[in-house]
């Protein structure tokens, strides 16, 4: 699978901005997907997850009620818009595919990754 991340830019605290992220190479709809992020000088982190049908979702504690997932699977994309951005929520965004096929669940963390995407920048000013 080829997964392609973008919409990521220079934001002000408090505004808006939203990910997508375009899959080609294999059935996208049979799979969860994922956003991940990783700020400089830190691990990888877990943001939120979609499951095959998007009827299920997960998010990190830290962007719950901000962050929000969604997908169309009729256009291979998967999108995450984020409300309400904090500094601390400047990082390098992935997207990521889950490894196992009509899982029916999100992905909830790094063990559940199958493929990953190139990362898009995400930068909030205070």
């Known amino acids: 699978v080829q997964l392609q991340a973008s919409g990521g830019g220079l934001v002000q605290a408090g505004g808006s901005l939203r990910l997508s992220c375009a899959a080609s190479?294999?059935?996208?709809?049979?799979?969860?997907m994922g956003w991940f992020r990783q700020a400089p000088g830190k691990e990888r982190e877990f943001v939120a997850g979609?499951?095959?049908?998007?009827?299920?979702?997960y998010y990190a504690d830290s962007v719950k009620g901000r962050f929000t997932a969604s997908r169309d699977n009729a256009k291979n994309t998967m999108y995450l818009q984020m409300n309400s951005l904090k500094p601390e929520d400047t990082a390098v965004y992935y997207c990521?595919?889950?490894?196992?096929?009509?899982?029916?669940?999100?992905?909830?963390?790094?063990?559940?990754?199958?493929?990953w995407g190139q990362g898009t920048l995400v930068t909030v000013s205070s």
């Open positions: 990521a595919a889950g490894s196992i096929r009509f899982k029916g669940t999100p992905i909830t963390g790094l063990r559940d990754v199958g493929a």
């Open positions: 190479g294999r059935t996208f709809s049979a799979y969860a």
């Open positions: 979609i499951s095959d049908l998007g009827i299920g979702t």
